[in-house]
């Protein structure tokens, strides 16, 4: 059901702290990755979050991969230059700021929905916000306020809050937050939009769910917290002005990056819930005692802390039940995940934990979790642009989830998608999955242009095996004009082919192959 409701409910000065947003996005070409895609324009929503900063929050999708962006205040016909300060892909949040102060003269700030007795200016609410600050109880009505798609003008929805769970954030493939479910109308340009509640802000509009109806989702105050606190901890400066000046990280994780938001901590291990009764037997556990069983540890750092078979029974003083579900407020259950998600790197989590019979308390430093085959470019690592070495025409590239995605788009990523690939974490032996992109045409490379040797995976060069792309480009400029470079090529888990070439001989090619294919650059990384 869509409402229109009246703006008269709602005061001035919530609504002079509304903006629409325009973006002109250019998206990186994975195939091609000296080249951009055509340009596109898009439109979203944001709000003021902090007038003493001049920042203003929108979602991460309306401005990812945006080579301009304007915003327009509510009953203004002109547009003012925005420019990006900080970007959180995991959570989908970005920060903008508009250097004009005429801008800023009638604009206002639309307050969190906090507890009450909360001290402080923004900048000090979110540093005290805990888990659960914030947080709206079912039922509570709510009005989405943005710039949707079927007009140009404010728009204002309304409805109840439905559902408060742990949701997967669409931007990201493996992250799993807090989410606000509603009912309220949110339609594509809503994105980045404040959802009030009492004048103040319990969330922001961000994604809908499809073949459903009235199914929307917010990011709620304790995510957009997290986020604050990075920013106004680790900010300094904006993504233009990062990308030019700041060095280069030759891998990740990096945990006070000025631009990019870190990521949210995981607990680093794989569980199982105990329901079946003989599973709990087997183990020696009471009925008293629930939670999740560990049964993998993804984390390396957690070796010799805790332990496969170990049950966690409390995690920050919050019992564990065997949904992994704790309880809050009034009878009202969240996964514990969201204890972990709420620390930043480096913090610790403080966990009971039963193992063979005995109870015993550990304390865990967390971090996010770190994958070999990245979600994003948006880390100090890529800073938004793919990577690619390109020796004799042979193009390599680490694999992403943007590369994986537009093979699938292609049908040709079918070979990819495996546990080993997507699940598996980086080693100090293994920091990337170095793929052959595709082979440009030239003599150099006669008889090796078929779709065969195309997006597969490199298992080594010189029988070298590789650790990433920059450890591939180490190889390939160690070896002399005289040498063979010998480029294995992995089909599956053991068929292999090879590609020989003479290390001048593709040297020389560079200029001629650059030159046919509008290339600027042999390498970027």
């Known amino acids: 059901m869509f409402l229109r409701v009246s703006k008269r409910w709602m005061s001035d000065r919530v609504l002079r702290g509304v903006v629409k947003v325009f973006a002109t996005t250019c998206q990186p070409n994975y195939l091609l990755p000296w080249?951009?895609?055509?340009?596109?324009?898009?439109?979203?929503?944001?709000?003021?979050?902090?007038?003493?900063?001049k920042l203003i929050i929108t979602n991460a999708h309306v401005v990812m991969d945006a080579a301009l962006i304007e915003v327009r205040k509510e009953g203004c016909s002109e547009k003012n230059h925005a420019e990006l300060l900080y970007m959180g892909m995991d959570c989908d949040l970005a920060l903008l700021t508009v250097q004009c102060d005429d801008f800023w003269k009638s604009m206002s700030q639309i307050p969190l929905y906090l507890p009450k007795g909360k001290p402080g200016n923004v900048r000090q609410l979110v540093k005290n916000i805990k888990p659960f600050d914030g947080i709206p109880q079912i039922q509570d009505s709510v009005h989405a306020i943005g710039y949707p798609i079927g007009g140009d003008q404010l728009s204002i929805t309304s409805g109840v809050v439905s559902r408060i769970d742990i949701q997967p954030y669409a931007i990201s493939i493996h992250t799993m937050l807090l989410s606000i479910q509603v009912d309220a109308a949110i339609n594509a340009g809503n994105s980045g939009g404040p959802v009030l509640s009492n004048n103040k802000v319990i969330g922001m509009g961000f994604q809908s769910l499809m073949d459903a109806d009235n199914i929307?989702?917010?990011?709620?105050?304790?995510?957009?917290?997290?986020?604050?606190?990075?920013?106004?901890?680790?900010?300094?400066?904006?993504?233009?002005?990062?990308s030019k000046n700041s060095p280069k990280v030759s891998?990740?994780?990096?945990?006070?990056?000025?631009?990019?938001?870190?990521?949210?901590?995981?607990?680093?291990?794989?569980?199982?819930?105990?329901?079946?009764?003989?599973?709990?037997?087997?183990?020696?556990?009471?009925?008293?005692?629930?939670?999740?069983?560990?049964?993998?540890?993804?984390?390396?750092?957690?070796?010799?802390?805790?332990?496969?078979?170990?049950?966690?029974?409390?995690?920050?003083?919050?019992?564990?039940?065997?949904?992994?579900?704790?309880?809050?407020?009034?009878?009202?259950?969240?996964?514990?995940?969201?204890?972990?998600?709420?620390?930043s790197p480096g913090e610790q989590?403080?966990?009971?934990?039963?193992?063979?019979?005995?109870?015993?308390?550990?304390?865990?430093?967390?971090?996010?979790?770190i994958r070999l085959v990245q979600p994003h470019l948006y880390n100090p690592y890529f800073k938004q642009t793919p990577k690619y070495v390109m020796f004799g025409g042979v193009v390599l590239s680490p694999l992403t989830i943007g590369y994986y995605n537009e093979l699938k788009a292609v049908g040709s990523a079918g070979h990819l998608y495996n546990n080993q690939v997507f699940y598996?974490?980086?080693?100090?032996?293994?920091?990337?999955?170095?793929?052959?992109?595709t082979i440009l045409p030239h003599q150099v490379n006669q008889g090796y242009q078929t779709d065969l040797f195309q997006h597969q995976v490199v298992k080594s060069i010189n029988d070298i095996e590789l650790k990433s792309l920059r450890h591939a480009n180490e190889i390939l400029t160690s070896l002399k004009d005289n040498d063979f470079a010998r480029i294995v090529i992995l089909f599956g888990s053991d068929v292999i082919q090879t590609l020989t070439m003479k290390v001048g001989e593709a040297r020389r090619a560079a200029a001629d192959i650059q030159k046919t294919f509008s290339i600027h650059e042999t390498c970027i990384l």
């Not at 990011?219 to 997290?226: D, E, S």
């Not at 003083?317 to 009202?332: E, T, V």
């Open 349 to 369: 989590v403080h966990l009971k934990i039963f193992r063979k019979g005995k109870i015993i308390n550990k304390a865990v430093t967390v971090t996010p979790d």
């Open 424 to 437: 598996a974490r980086p080693t100090p032996e293994k920091s990337e999955v170095v793929m052959l992109m």
């Open 35 to 53: 080249s951009k895609k055509a340009q596109q324009a898009s439109s979203g929503s944001g709000f003021v979050v902090d007038m003493k900063h």
């Open 251 to 343: 891998s990740l994780p990096v945990w006070d990056c000025p631009v990019y938001h870190p990521g949210f901590c995981t607990l680093g291990c794989g569980t199982q819930e105990p329901h079946n009764k003989s599973l709990r037997e087997s183990i020696g556990l009471l009925p008293e005692h629930t939670g999740p069983i560990i049964k993998g540890l993804s984390n390396r750092a957690l070796k010799g802390i805790i332990k496969p078979g170990d049950v966690i029974l409390e995690c920050d003083g919050h019992k564990i039940h065997n949904d992994s579900n704790i309880r809050y407020g009034k009878n009202r259950v969240i996964k514990f995940t969201h204890l972990i998600n709420m620390k």
């Open 216 to 242: 929307s989702y917010l990011i709620p105050v304790p995510i957009i917290a997290h986020f604050l606190r990075h920013y106004y901890k680790h900010g300094r400066s904006s993504t233009k002005q990062e």
